[in-house]
């Protein structure tokens, strides 16, 4: 009940392109679903959060989309850009007071030129 | 201006040669996690405080040790560190009850064995 599960493992989109990475989690606690993206070398940085209580977020060419029967969420690059290419990682947890979250294994991403 | 600092970026030690990685934070959060990165996997949670309570996760070996002597710093100890505790340390902090439930990371530091 503690898994998210992340796909796919590796994504190549060509510039202009729209990246989809998905991810699926078990627990119905789960109440907090962030998506980090981490450049090589460095710390991951949050990119986009979601909450069950709508079913989709937009920030500029980011945005999730949310299946709360479905257990689902996605994470939808608009125009992808090679300054994009970056593993991203989905996140799920129950929020509130300790705010531990559970890791996809993450999806690198390389946008062609 | 950073706001959860990792020092040092990048660490050499030897085979069972004891090793310290520090964090500190500007944010006054009062939760602070330690995870273990390995080349191309998620974030392993180690451990964290919430407060002052440490919490270890099950799965996390005892040569694992940690300190927070204040809110702002937190200490990972590597008491005799093997091959595979290679791997880049993320420390990152959370605010319990505040606006967001946004854990904030630092750079990492990268650990070398010899």
């Known amino acids: 009940q503690q898994q998210v599960k992340q796909s796919p493992q590796s994504l190549i989109v060509q510039k202009g392109g729209i990246s989809i990475i998905n991810c699926a989690y078990e627990?119905?606690?789960?109440?907090?679903f962030p998506w980090y993206q981490q450049f090589p070398g460095k710390g991951p940085a949050l990119l986009i959060a979601i909450r069950p209580d709508v079913s989709e977020k937009k920030e500029g060419r980011f945005t999730i989309s949310f299946n709360k029967s479905a257990k689902q969420f996605s994470l939808h690059i608009m125009d992808s850009q090679p300054g994009d290419s970056a593993t991203y990682f989905c996140?799920?947890?129950?929020?509130?007071?300790?705010?531990?979250?559970?890791f996809g294994k993450g999806t690198k991403l390389s946008v062609k030129p | 201006d950073a706001m959860v600092i990792q020092n040092p970026r990048y660490q050499v030690t030897q085979f069972g040669k004891p090793v310290t990685l520090s964090c500190s934070q500007t944010?006054?959060?009062?939760?602070m996690y330690w995870y273990q990165q390995k080349s191309s996997q998620a974030p392993k949670l180690l451990f964290h405080y919430y407060d002052k309570d440490f919490n270890n996760e099950a799965d996390t070996p005892d040569n694992f040790q940690s300190r927070r002597p204040n809110t702002s710093f937190c200490f990972l100890d590597i008491r005799s560190p093997g091959l595979g505790d290679a791997a880049m340390y993320l420390c990152?902090?959370?605010?319990?009850?505040?606006?967001?439930?946004?854990?904030?990371f630092g750079p990492g530091t990268r650990l070398t064995v010899l």
């Open positions: 990152a902090t959370h605010m319990s009850g505040g606006s967001t439930d946004t854990q904030y």
């Open positions: 996140a799920a947890g129950p929020g509130g007071s300790q705010g531990n979250l559970i």
């Open positions: 944010l006054n959060h009062n939760v």
């Open positions: 627990n119905t606690a789960f109440d907090y």
